[in-house]
């Protein structure tokens, strides 16, 4: 079992920045990639941004490519989400996810599982 738990979020004007923290514990994360997710009222959950185990592989939305950047610290089983140059539009709950089955097609939520509870991001104009 893994437990994540996201911080980090809240209220902030368009063109401010944000940094999403994801804490990991029941289980080291390092050897699993991990990912971010957004879901914003009335929409289906997307991708947001993904990281390999070794953080040598990135892989990100089109609509966050130049503004976000997702890292990871293995040695406190913890994934961050820094987030720059905010937008109305990217105003959702935030949640993060590992996956330990090893797949590659980070874009999908169903490669994940394990998630967190999600986070508030709520970007005014």
């Known amino acids: 079992q893994v437990q994540l738990v996201e911080s980090g979020g809240g209220l902030v004007q368009a063109g401010g920045s944000l940094r999403l923290s994801c804490a990991a514990s029941?289980?080291?994360?390092?050897?699993?990639?991990m990912g971010w997710f957004r879901q914003a009222p009335g929409k289906e959950r997307e991708f947001v941004a993904a990281?390999?185990?070794?953080?040598?592989?990135?892989y990100y939305a089109d609509s966050v490519k130049g503004r976000f950047t997702i890292s990871r610290d293995n040695a406190k089983n913890t994934v961050y989400l820094q987030m720059n140059s905010l937008k109305p539009e990217d105003t959702a709950v935030y949640y993060c996810a590992v996956s330990v089955r090893g797949g590659s097609n980070y874009h999908d939520y169903r490669e994940y599982d394990y998630w967190g509870q999600g986070t508030q991001v709520t970007v005014s104009s």
């Open positions: 990281i390999s185990w070794s953080g040598g592989s990135t």
């Open positions: 029941g289980r080291t994360v390092s050897r699993y990639a």
